[in-house]
């Protein structure tokens, strides 16, 4: 029997690990454990029976991610498991389990990365084109994850294998694949797929960059918000790894085309270049920042005039540009003209801004829509709060004056509102008059999440916030409890 039941061992368990319905999982489970407890010949088997055990089926992820993972360690089932998955999961039916498929295979790679460098690749790229739209979607998605993972473990690529790989994109586009039933499918794929090869850092031409350029700016200009947020993902690595050290020329032709966005009348086009402003890199921000946060600013309320205004651009320009700052503050030098210059931007332009969007009370046919735009302004106005009190903090210490005092969280509160120069009591005050407004609004996930931004501003543990009006009869209404009920 011995011989029999190591070939019906990878059967069972390719099943309890990656059968789509539950019970099946857990009915293969039970039959491995009853051959182990009545034959006790299959190899690893105790082992195995402790890792499958019922809990751990029961999620499908977990099952893919982890359980498959931890009984592949055993070389006897990570060839069968890495068949099943190339052959029958990642041109499966069902869509999301094709992309659950794609990144199982990816935590396969460690066991041996040239059988998946040579044998899975050569197998999956030609399947990128196929006329098979499951079979296609799942092989480009799978190709990404297999070459992502490939470098995050030190695999050095071969010429050949890197042109197989830069070469997938551009021959889904000249077989017209994006378009007809699939097409959207088929976008989403490739731009993780351009994100993978991106943070993979495989060597393309001038031609194949100008190629994924094109096709991620076509993708974040679709109306499909999986498709837009797809694309921004691909951007944010695409740019650092490909386009940074291309010259200025090249960053401004990006930053302009994208701050061009904001205008276009395709609101999905606006709401796809709020978020790619949102993404680019320090080098690229660094050259015309003031341009880039004064559009954004302008794009986060209801122009007057506007023919169309939309709340998912206004909620996507609030998004952007928060990650704006976030991303000038953590590199600039604070003590350098620009420095000083991003931080005084942030408090009167970016600020005021902000409490205009808390203002959006825009209605259409969906509800109150502008409630999404409050939303996403009160978490800008958090985290700009924490930037300016940062700074002001460093300054505080820096200062000679302030040598022999205590960190900002032990002083008086009084004391260091005097010393603070860019969050000072004026924009305290605004800060809590408008959250506390939306606290007591008519929806209930804006009054939580307003009380719930309020007492972090109260308590924060890192950064003292200053100023703030009626200090201890907020903490009395809101006491420092995460188990608070305010809805």
């Not at 000072?424 to 719930?452: N, P, T």
Request: proline fraction near 3%; include cysteine; charge should be negative.
């Amino acid at each position: 029997m011995k011989v029999v039941l190591e070939q019906l061992a990878p059967h069972l368990l390719t099943v309890a690990c990656y059968d789509r319905e539950v019970n099946c999982r857990r009915a293969a489970s039970a039959a491995f454990q009853e051959n182990v407890g009545r034959q006790g010949t299959y190899p690893h088997g105790i082992d195995i029976v402790n890792t499958t055990d019922y809990f751990a089926l029961a999620s499908r992820s977990n099952s893919y991610l982890s359980v498959a993972v931890s009984v592949a360690r055993y070389k006897e089932y990570v060839y069968p498991f890495a068949e099943e998955l190339l052959c029958n999961k990642i041109t499966h039916w069902e869509k999301s389990l094709r992309e659950l498929a794609a990144q199982a295979l990816a935590l396969l790679v460690q066991y041996d990365m040239d059988y998946f460098s040579g044998h899975a690749l050569k197998k999956l790229i030609p399947c990128t084109l196929s006329s098979d739209l499951c079979t296609r979607h799942g092989a480009t998605l799978a190709a990404g994850e297999i070459a992502l993972k490939l470098h995050q473990l030190g695999f050095i690529f071969t010429t050949d294998m890197q042109r197989g790989l830069s070469g997938i994109v551009p021959a889904i586009e000249k077989a017209r694949l994006y378009r007809g039933k699939g097409g959207e499918i088929m976008r989403s794929a490739v731009s993780r797929f351009i994100a993978c090869i991106s943070m993979a850092a495989i060597s393309l031409n001038e031609k194949t960059k100008r190629s994924l350029v094109e096709t991620l700016n076509e993708n974040l200009k679709h109306p499909n918000s999986q498709i837009q947020c797809a694309a921004v993902d691909a951007l944010k690595h695409f740019i650092p790894t490909y386009l940074v050290s291309a010259g200025e020329k090249i960053a401004n032709d990006v930053i302009s085309k994208y701050v061009t966005l904001l205008d276009d009348p395709n609101v999905a086009a606006r709401r796809g270049g709020a978020l790619a402003l949102g993404i680019l890199p320090y080098e690229f921000l660094l050259l015309k920042w003031m341009p880039v946060m004064s559009k954004l600013c302008s794009s986060c309320t209801i122009e007057d005039k506007a023919d169309d205004p939309d709340a998912e651009a206004r909620v996507n320009s609030v998004r952007g540009l928060i990650l704006v700052c976030e991303t000038l503050t953590s590199n600039v030098d604070q003590s350098s003209d620009i420095g000083e210059s991003v931080y005084a931007y942030i408090k009167v332009e970016v600020m005021p801004a902000l409490f205009r969007a808390l203002d959006d009370y825009a209605v259409d046919n969906r509800g109150d829509v502008g409630s999404w735009v409050r939303e996403a302004a009160m978490d800008a106005l958090e985290r700009c709060t924490f930037i300016l009190c940062k700074r002001d903090a460093v300054a505080v210490r820096a200062a000679p004056a302030a040598e022999d005092e205590s960190e900002p969280s032990d002083m008086d509160a009084n004391a260091i509102s005097t010393t603070c120069q860019l969050f000072d009591s004026a924009i305290a005050q605004g800060l809590v008059a408008g959250i506390a407004k939306q606290a007591v609004e008519k929806i209930d996930k804006i009054r939580e999440i307003a009380v719930r931004t309020l007492q972090r501003i109260l308590y924060n543990q890192e950064q003292f916030v200053p100023s703030i009006p009626y200090r201890k009869l907020l903490e009395e209404i809101i006491p420092n409890n995460s188990d608070l009920e305010w809805a």
